[in-house]
Nanobody, 129 residues
C-alpha cells in the first residue's frame, strides 16, 4: 500500500522553527519527486517547495524562500521541510506529495498540485504567541 505520512507539526511562537518529515511506505522515494503544500482555513492549497528525485534540485514559493529548506534522505525514505523564522501567516495544514515519471523542476509550474500523484494526510502547523 502506497502511503505518505507527515509528522513534526505543532504549535510554535513567531520566529521559531519546526522540521516536518514526510515518510513513505509501500514504495521507494528514490523514483519520485516530492512537494510540500499547505492549506490555511478558508484558503486554497498553496505549493511551498519541491525537490527532484535525482539531482536534488529544489524550488520554493516566494513566501518561504530563504526561510524554508527542503531535503531528502533516500536511505530513510524520508523528505524533510526545515522551517525557520516562522510567521503567523505560515499557519496551515502541511501536506507532502509525490510524483513519478515527471520532474516538476522541468515544468513551468513545479508547485502545481495537479502534477502530483500521491498525497499524505497532512500535519498541522500553528504559529502563534
Amino acid at each position: 500500500q502506497v502511503q505518505l505520512v507527515e509528522s513534526g507539526g505543532g504549535l510554535v511562537q513567531p520566529g521559531g522553527s519546526l522540521r516536518l518529515s514526510c515518510a513513505a511506505s509501500g514504495f521507494s522515494l528514490d523514483y519520485y519527486a516530492i512537494g510540500w503544500f499547505r492549506q490555511a482555513p478558508g484558503k486554497e492549497r498553496e505549493g511551498v517547495s519541491c525537490i527532484s528525485r535525482s539531482d536534488g534540485s529544489t524550488n520554493y514559493a516566494v513566501s518561504v524562500k530563504g526561510r524554508f529548506t527542503i531535503s531528502r534522505d533516500n536511505a530513510k525514505n524520508t523528505v524533510y521541510l526545515e522551517m525557520n523564522s516562522l510567521r503567523p501567516e505560515d499557519t496551515a495544514v502541511y501536506y507532502c506529495a509525490a510524483v513519478g515519471g515527471v520532474n516538476p523542476l522541468h515544468t513551468i509550474m513545479p508547485l502545481d498540485a495537479r502534477i502530483y500523484d500521491y498525497w499524505g494526510q497532512g500535519t498541522q502547523v500553528t504559529v502563534s504567541s
